[in-house]
C-alpha cells in the first residue's frame, strides 16, 4: 500500500472579534504537552498567530482522517485555554492595522527582511499532501504526470474568499497571496531528475530565492521524506473533505507510478495555459468552467468525474472509492469550503462566519 501522511496549518484568532492572535508558541507547546499530541506533531509556522500539525505515515484513508481529529483537537483545546481559538480559513477573513510577528526564526527572519510586506500579508493556510515514492527519479515522473490536475484540486478544495472583511471576488485568495513569491504555482515539466536538480540549484544560485524551502511550487519533491508533496490546497472546514483531498492526491500519484510503469505517455499542458487554468481555479472554485487536463473548457461537474474515472482504479485498489466519490458528490451538492463562507457572511454576518470557521470544535 502506498504511504501518505497529511499536513494542515491553522489560524489562531480571537474568540470575539475573529482577528489573528499571535499565540502560537504557547498552543504550539501546550498542544505538544497534552494527551492528544506528540511535541513534533505540532509545529511553529511563518507568523505567530499560525501552527501546523502532521500526521504520522498512514496507509489507510480511515488512518488520516482519525490522526486529523485528534490533530485539530489538540490545538483547538490549546488555544482555547490560552484564550483562543482555532480558524479553519485558509485566509485570515479579517487583520488588525498592525502586523502579526514572524516567529523568530533565522529562515523566517530572513524572509522578513526579503519581502516584509508579502511576510505580513502571509496570513494564508494550506493543506499538504505527501505521497511516498520509490526514489526521486520516479517523483519527478509523478510530478509531470499529476502536475495538470492541479488546477482541479485547487478548484475542489478553495477555503479562502475574504480578505479584510470584503469578498475577493476569488474562490481561494490564499493562492493568489502566495502567487506572489519568486517561485510558485504549477511545476513546470522537467526533463527528469537531473533537469529538477539544475534548475533548483540555478534558482538557488540567483540569489532570488534564500534556500530549497522557497520553491513554492504546488507540487515538488519534498527534502525531508521520500515523497511528492502537493501543495496547492487550502486547509479545509472539515476534517471529511481534507480526508478526500488527501484520497484523491493518492489514488492521483498511485496512477501516475503505474502509468509510469507501463510506459503510457503523460499528458503535457503548457506552462501558460496550466498558469491560467489555476488562475481560473482559484478565481471561481467550483462556480464555473474548469480546464481539463487536455486544456479544454469544461464544467466544473464534468472535470471533477473525469478525475474520479481516472483514479478509479487506484481507488479501488486501495479501497476508497466509496468514501471519496460520496465525499465529491456531497461536495459537488453543498460547494466548496469558499461558497459555505461566503453563505454564512451572506445571511448571518460576521456572526454566522466565525461560527461557520471557529464553532465549538474545529473537526467540522
Known amino acids: 500500500m502506498i504511504t501518505f501522511g497529511v499536513e494542515e496549518e491553522y489560524l489562531l ?8 492572535v499571535p499565540g502560537a508558541e504557547y498552543v504550539r507547546r501546550a498542544a505538544g504537552l497534552g494527551p492528544l499530541a506528540e511535541d513534533d506533531e505540532v509545529q511553529d509556522e511563518l507568523l505567530q498567530a499560525q501552527v501546523e500539525v502532521a500526521t504520522p505515515v498512514c496507509t489507510e484513508l480511515e488512518e488520516v482522517g482519525g490522526h486529523l481529529l485528534r490533530l485539530r483537537h489538540a490545538v483547538a483545546s490549546a488555544a482555547e485555554e490560552h484564550g483562543c481559538r482555532v480558524a479553519m480559513a485558509a485566509a485570515a477573513p479579517l487583520r488588525d492595522t498592525s502586523a502579526v510577528p514572524v516567529t523568530r526564526k533565522p529562515r523566517y527572519l530572513r524572509m522578513e527582511g ?3 510586506q508579502l511576510v505580513d500579508e502571509q496570513l494564508i493556510n494550506g493543506m499538504h499532501v505527501h505521497v511516498g515514492v520509490p526514489d526521486p527519479q520516479t517523483g519527478v515522473a509523478v510530478l509531470n504526470r499529476i502536475r495538470v490536475w492541479l488546477p482541479t484540486l485547487l478548484a475542489m478544495s478553495a477555503n479562502s474568499p475574504l480578505w479584510d472583511g470584503k469578498d475577493t471576488g476569488f474562490a481561494s485568495w490564499r493562492t493568489i497571496v502566495f502567487g506572489r513569491w519568486p517561485v510558485s504555482g504549477p511545476p513546470p515539466y522537467f526533463d527528469g531528475l537531473a533537469d529538477y536538480e539544475q534548475r533548483i540549484d540555478a534558482l538557488v544560485a540567483s540569489g532570488v530565492i534564500a534556500d530549497r524551502g522557497q520553491l513554492y511550487w504546488q507540487a515538488r519533491l519534498s527534502d525531508r521524506f521520500p515523497t511528492v508533496e502537493v501543495r496547492c490546497l487550502d486547509v479545509q472546514l472539515r476534517a471529511d473533505d481534507a480526508v478526500m483531498l488527501a484520497g484523491l ?5 498511485a496512477v501516475a507510478l503505474a502509468e509510469e510503469k507501463a510506459g503510457a505517455p503523460p499528458v503535457r499542458c503548457r506552462p501558460e495555459l496550466l498558469q491560467a487554468a489555476n488562475w481560473h481555479a482559484a478565481r471561481h472554485g467550483l462556480n464555473s468552467t474548469l480546464v481539463d487536463p487536455d486544456g479544454r473548457s469544461r464544467s466544473s461537474g464534468d472535470v471533477l468525474y473525469s478525475l474520479l474515472a481516472h483514479v478509479a482504479p487506484a481507488l479501488a485498489e486501495s479501497g476508497d472509492e466509496r468514501e471519496v466519490s460520496s ?6 451538492q453543498e460547494g466548496t469550503p469558499a461558497d459555505r463562507q461566503r453563505r454564512a457572511l451572506r445571511e448571518g454576518g460576521m456572526p454566522a462566519l466565525r461560527s461557520l470557521i471557529v464553532g465549538d470544535s474545529p473537526s467540522g
Not at 249 to 253: D, E, K, P, T, W
Not at 327 to 332: A, E, K
Open 249 to 253: 492526491v493518492r489514488a492521483l500519484v
Open 114 to 116: 526579503q519581502a516584509r
Open 327 to 332: 465525499l465529491v458528490h456531497r461536495l459537488l
Open 13 to 20: 484568532v480571537d474568540p470575539v472579534t475573529v482577528l489573528p
